[in-house]
């Protein structure tokens, strides 16, 4: 299990126990945390789960693979820290990772 917290645009900060295997999108959608949008369902379809992760976060988080980068393209305000919350699978590494949501999803 692992703690994630989500900070959305203006600085509201939501803290959910997330259980191993699971996304950090379907934590977000089961505790309602706002701004993730996950309109294909966690298919890596869209770019409505769009997250920044924290700095400190990029290598235990990894980097994206191709079909992840492809739709990373059409992410609204992409940044080298950019990820589809749908593909960062949760662990006992993860246990803090911070994430930030942006203004508005692609």
Avoid at 69 to 97: H, T, Y
């Amino acid at each position: 299990m692992a703690k994630i917290t989500y900070i959305n645009h203006n600085g509201e900060t939501h803290v959910v126990d997330a259980a191993n295997g699971t996304t950090v999108m379907e934590n977000a959608i089961k505790n309602s945390v706002p701004g993730i949008e996950a309109e294909c369902g966690g298919a890596c379809a869209c770019a409505t789960c769009h997250v920044y992760v924290d700095e400190a976060w990029t290598e235990a988080v990894g980097t994206p693979d191709i079909m992840e980068e492809d739709m990373l393209d059409f992410a609204w305000e992409g940044r080298p820290n950019s990820r589809l919350s749908c593909q960062i699978k949760v662990s006992d590494a993860l246990d803090g990772l911070i994430v930030r949501i942006p203004e508005r999803q692609a």
